[in-house]
């Protein structure tokens, strides 16, 4: 009955033609509000997603590392045991340093990764070569896969491989002299392929064999910088790593990718949440549009409250009548902006209307996904700010002591 007469209040023609037109105006600001917040949601959601498909190709989904120290050591029976753990898909090993790597007159510092065959069953480097070829070589005659960053620095030819790069690497046997040639050692290298993942990866990593990179460090058959996992996406991703911990020890840091890379997504997440912070003010500001619409309807069915009153409606009813009609002013104009968000966010997955400027990412338009819990969210913020805004006039209109004129 309540919702019945604040409909009817919504609808019906009043008086002054003013309070028409501030109602529409509140409904119209809500609308577009709404939908630039599911909008915004939404481009976030597929930016965050975009990145993490990125990250995902070039992290494993556990790695292990040293606790304390540069390098961990491996032993075969400790492999055996990883790999026959119930879970664990695959077990890639790798060897890092930095390095130097020089083409005639160019020259880049570069992260040199020795990888073994199995780094393609963990992460997708392989998938994402622009030239050339993923081709890593062996221990004598190795080859190696740049970032286009580190391509365009030095001017490697990875098509043709026609004229070899030389990769100057620290040896650890010398290190009192590593300011000087005769701390590092090099060998000619085969540029093989150009991969493009990331910039924060284009422009820092070279990928190789791993046999070549610790034959140059001198590393020893069982010592590694690094050993990834790929774990099944269907089993319980706290118990595999805690029974792998059990194996290996407090020596080694097990890492998830969401904790490899914590402060890029916790920073996504900030800044998701800020945007929101921010439309929730211009919310609450349109929402004054409310306050003002409902201010004047209550003094023009002043005539209506003193009719309920004398029916017998207490305070409670007709405050509760014109909440609703605040809350009916903002759920339209909700409905109204979501919408609209929806049909530009499903064009937009599906036509790619509004491009990206510049030509340099991997994709060029605005990726968009769009998730019910966004909606809940908008949904119940509406909801929230319609009862604040309605409240003030609501209460008024309770406490409207009236007198029917005979």
């Not at 077990?91 to 020259?107: I, T």
Request: hydrophobic share 45%; with cysteine; net charge neutral.
């Amino acid at each position: 009955m309540k919702l019945l007469f604040a409909w009817r209040y919504f609808k019906s023609e009043k008086s002054v033609n003013a309070i028409n037109i501030i109602s529409w105006i509140s409904v119209l600001a809500i609308a577009v509000v709404v939908a630039a917040l599911i909008i915004v949601f939404s481009v976030f959601n597929g930016f965050e997603d975009l990145v993490k498909s990125l990250y995902a190709d070039f992290y494993a989904d556990l790695s292990i590392t040293p606790s304390t120290g540069k390098n961990i050591t491996l032993t075969k029976d400790q492999l055996n045991q990883l790999k026959n753990i119930k879970g664990v898909v695959a077990v890639s090993l790798a060897a890092e340093e930095k390095a130097v790597l020089v083409n005639g007159d160019y020259q880049s510092i570069v992260t040199v990764r020795g990888v073994d065959d199995e780094l393609n069953k963990v992460s997708n480097i392989s998938g994402h070569i622009m030239r050339g070829k993923y081709a890593l070589g062996t221990t004598e005659k190795p080859g190696i896969v740049v970032g286009v960053g580190i391509e365009n620095a030095v001017g490697v030819d990875v098509e043709k491989g026609l004229y070899p790069a030389t990769l100057y690497m620290p040896n650890r046997n010398e290190s009192q002299h590593f300011g000087s040639i005769d701390g590092m050692n090099s060998f000619s290298v085969n540029p093989a392929g150009t991969f493009m993942v990331q910039e924060d990866f284009d422009n820092k990593y070279v990928f190789t064999n791993l046999g070549f990179v610790k034959y140059m460090l001198d590393m020893k058959e069982d010592e590694y910088s690094s050993c990834e996992l790929r774990l099944d996406s269907t089993m319980n991703e706290r118990k595999l790593i805690k029974r792998i911990q059990l194996i290996l020890g407090d020596k080694y840091l097990l890492q998830t990718r969401y904790q490899q890379n914590q402060s890029l997504y916790t920073a996504m997440q900030i800044e998701k949440w800020v945007i929101y912070g921010v439309t929730c003010l211009i919310l609450m500001v349109a929402a004054f549009n409310i306050i003002g619409a409902l201010t004047m309807l209550v003094l023009e069915k002043q005539k209506d409250i003193a009719v309920l009153k004398a029916m017998g409606s207490t305070d409670g009813t007709i405050q509760s009548i014109f909440l609703l009609e605040g809350v009916l002013l903002s759920v339209i104009g909700g409905a109204i902006g979501i919408t609209i968000a929806t049909i530009i966010c499903v064009l937009q997955i599906k036509f790619h209307l509004i491009t990206l400027s510049g030509g340099t990412f991997l994709i060029d338009y605005y990726p968009v996904k769009l998730l019910w819990s966004d909606y809940v969210v908008v949904f119940i913020t509406i909801l929230v700010i319609a009862v604040l805004a309605a409240w003030i006039p609501a209460r008024k209109a309770g406490k409207e002591v009236l007198t029917l004129k005979s």
